[in-house]
């Protein structure tokens, strides 16, 4: 397993800040704010990173391509979300960091034409810096901000680009298998 990105004291700070529109609210309200965003805009891929929020879109006949989880809520272990996919894939991603297996399975399912279920050995959250760089323009990335709401990123060059610039601040380890 391969780290290619290590998250520094620095940039742990930063990424604390929602790096797309985070809408505040109760679980109704997000949730209805995010099916409105949808039907306006047509987003040709959802990406749901994060437990809660994969499940809340879930149930709410929102149906994903691609959901990261780790059956974790606030580093609390969970039941398993279930949620309505056709392939199901495991990778290890130890927390604050980046592997290449979790890249590599990111890639693959977003070119892949069915749901998947991505299911993380470790954490997720940094996942959502890898899906915003491989998603397709005008995709909607969805991630949950604790005690707040969710957050949507819209996928665009200029987000591609910042994302790409946080990943450049990540130090890159290389590990031999």
């Given amino acids: 397993m391969g780290i290619l990105y290590t998250l520094t004291p620095e940039l742990r700070i930063k990424l604390k800040k929602p790096i797309g529109m985070l809408i505040r ?6 949730m ?3 099916s409105d965003m949808i039907k306006e805009e047509k987003p040709p891929t959802i990406i749901s990173v994060g437990d809660t929020v994969s499940k809340n879109i879930t149930e709410n006949h929102v149906l994903p391509q691609l959901a990261i989880v780790d059956n974790k809520v606030m580093r609390r272990n969970i039941q398993p979300i279930p949620t309505t996919t ?3 894939i ?5 927390p604050g960091t980046i592997t290449e297996e979790a890249v590599t399975a990111i890639q693959d399912a977003l070119k892949s034409s069915c749901h998947v279920k991505i299911i993380v050995d470790g954490e997720e959250d940094l996942l959502t810096l890898i899906t915003v760089l491989y998603a397709p ?3 909607f990335v969805v991630y949950g901000q604790p005690y707040e709401g969710i957050v949507i990123v819209k996928v665009t060059p200029e987000k591609k680009a910042e994302v790409s610039e946080i990943l450049k601040t990540m130090e890159t380890v290389r590990k031999t298998k």
């Fill in 137 to 139: 323009q005008n995709s």
């Fill in 86 to 88: 056709e392939k199901t």
């Fill in 32 to 34: 209805k704010k995010l």
């Fill in 25 to 30: 609210g109760s679980y109704t309200e997000t």
């Fill in 90 to 94: 495991h990778v290890k991603n130890p």
